[in-house]
């Protein structure tokens, strides 16, 4: 009984890991690559570009 | 499980996305100052004067180094790869746990696949832009990219993990869709650049996402295995 609850949480634990990782990297790519306001448009412009992503 | 994850998307994604920033400088930054001449009025490659056209001898000198704005630039191509890393090393920690072997060969088809996803499908409809380009509104270009970088990826796991036909036709459709739907597009076209720099740009951009994805792929799985057989070893010590 313990240990299924034990592996249980561990199952749930990696995959909330998962999830939390892959939505740092979303946050990133979207800050990054996607939001518009003038200063982080300007200072990420060429990058970007160069990375095709739509810019203006 | 996490500082695991964490570890390897720092390392992989900050390597790859500095190598991508040179890479950007040296190839494609060049086109894109070239287009920026023509998109300020320095360059004119309507009409008869061929000074002013800029293909061999310009009128307008391409600029050089700027400190401030390719610093900038290698800030942010770093930070976007390092976000690139944590999806890559976040997918490949659910494959891990559904049974599938990690290798750092296998890495190679990683970043390979998380090329396609994020820039060669996206620019089959948006193709990357000069500066200067005509473009429709950009918020439904942003949400197209968005939804064609989710369909493909989701496409293409399935390609390689589903088990079933159905889900097999399920990819193929999902790998379609965004291409059968269509970017948006302008009502007309005004560029002024012209488009021999505009397609060496978006050959440019390609190619070199191509190559740092690669090694983006190859650092990913080498580190996530790497950490994985450092954190075995302090468990194996307690």
């Not at chain 1, 634990?13 to 979303?26: H, R, V």
Request: charged share 10%; proline share 5%; aromatic share 10%.
């Amino acid at each position: 009984m313990t240990a299924q609850i034990q592996s249980r949480t561990g199952i749930s634990a990696k995959l909330a890991a998962i999830a939390l990782s892959a939505f740092i990297g979303l946050a990133i790519v979207t800050l990054a690559g996607h939001v518009q306001t003038a200063a982080l448009h300007d200072a990420a412009h060429d990058s970007r570009h160069a990375m095709g992503f739509p810019c203006h | 499980m996490f500082s695991r994850i964490l570890v390897s998307a720092l390392f992989a994604g900050f390597l790859a996305g500095l190598i991508a920033a040179l890479l950007q400088l040296v190839f494609v930054q060049p086109v894109l100052l070239h287009a920026e001449l023509y998109e300020s009025g320095a360059l004119n490659h309507f009409g008869d004067d061929a000074a002013a056209n800029g293909a061999g001898g310009a009128a307008a000198a391409i600029p050089g180094v700027d400190l401030e704005r390719d610093g900038l630039s290698v800030l942010f191509t770093a930070l976007t790869y390092t976000g690139f890393a944590f999806l890559l090393v976040a997918a490949m920690a659910l494959a891990e746990d559904r049974g599938f072997r990690i290798t750092v060969r296998q890495g190679l088809v990683w970043g390979v696949a998380g090329f396609v996803a994020f820039q060669l499908a996206p620019a089959l409809g948006a193709p990357p832009e000069l500066p200067g380009s005509a473009a429709a509104e950009i918020g439904p270009r942003q949400i197209w990219w968005f939804g064609t970088v989710g369909a493909t990826a989701a496409g293409l796991a399935l390609v390689a993990f589903a088990r079933s036909w159905a889900l097999r036709g399920v990819a193929a459709l999902l790998l379609l869709a965004p291409h059968l739907i269509g970017a948006p597009h302008p009502d007309e076209f005004f560029g002024p650049a012209p488009p021999e720099l505009a397609s060496l740009f978006a050959a440019r951009s390609l190619g070199t996402g191509l190559a740092a994805w690669s090694l983006l792929g190859l650092l990913a799985a080498y580190f996530w295995l790497r950490e994985g057989k450092r954190t075995e070893g302090m468990a194996r010590v307690v």
